[in-house]
């Protein structure tokens, strides 16, 4: 049987992607700081699952947590770096809670798995990014910079795998607005679309083994739009 952690599991897209895995067989990890909701996943999931409780902006526990978890599972062949946040019109305190967790956390966990997967001698990361890592957006600068941090981290951990010679996938998920509490004060959102079925393209993605994915797939066309529109009319946006 296959198996998977995903961190950031306790709701939104993180949450339907662990049910999509169920779908397909997989043994699930399932990690993030909320424990009553990722008890309250486990007990709905039919194939075998494992829980921990761990906090990305506390990088050497949430390591330790995360080692602890591999270990229970007796091995993972994914991890899915999925945790995030996003602060409309952000404060400062905000803006330093975004770069806990979408950088530094991120960055923790996606070293952790990197470490985890060279001892082992094969695996696949992936890191559920953004659209938003595109370009600079004046109403989310930290968040789109944040997605940016981790477009080029996960570039890197992939050239990294191919120098060393060892087999890691290294997937970017970069989804567009997807329906979850994250966005849930937004506005002039467009092409959104339910976690479910964010959570399947995601899956397809992940199965294939790709590189990049764009979710859903209409917004790699989009993307391109969006990094040639000439910047006195991206602005306005
Ligand atoms: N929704 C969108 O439109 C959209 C679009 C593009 C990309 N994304 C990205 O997709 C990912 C999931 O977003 P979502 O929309 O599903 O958001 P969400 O519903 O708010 O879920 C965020 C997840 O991240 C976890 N998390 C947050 N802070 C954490 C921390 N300090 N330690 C561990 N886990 C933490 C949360 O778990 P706990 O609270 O239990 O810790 C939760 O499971 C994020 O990386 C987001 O940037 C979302």
Redesign the pocket.
Known sequence: MRKVII?????????ALALEFSLHGYSIGL????LP?LDALSSEIKTDTFVKQ????EPAT?TTHLNALIDEMDGVDVIVV?????FAEPTWSEIAATID??VT?FAAMAEAAMTYFSEKGCGHIVG?????GVRGARRSSVYNAS?AFEVNYLQGLRHRAAHARVPIHITDIR????R????ASLKSMFWIVS?EAAARDIFKAINKKKKCAYVPRRWWPMSWVIKVVPDWLYRRA
């Open positions: 961190i950031g599991a306790s709701r939104g897209i993180g949450r990690a993030s700081r909320n909701a761990l906090d990305v902006t949430a999925n945790s995030g946040v996003l967790v979408n956390g559920i990014s953004s659209i938003a997605k989804p567009g607005p997807v979850t509490e994250m966005i976690p």
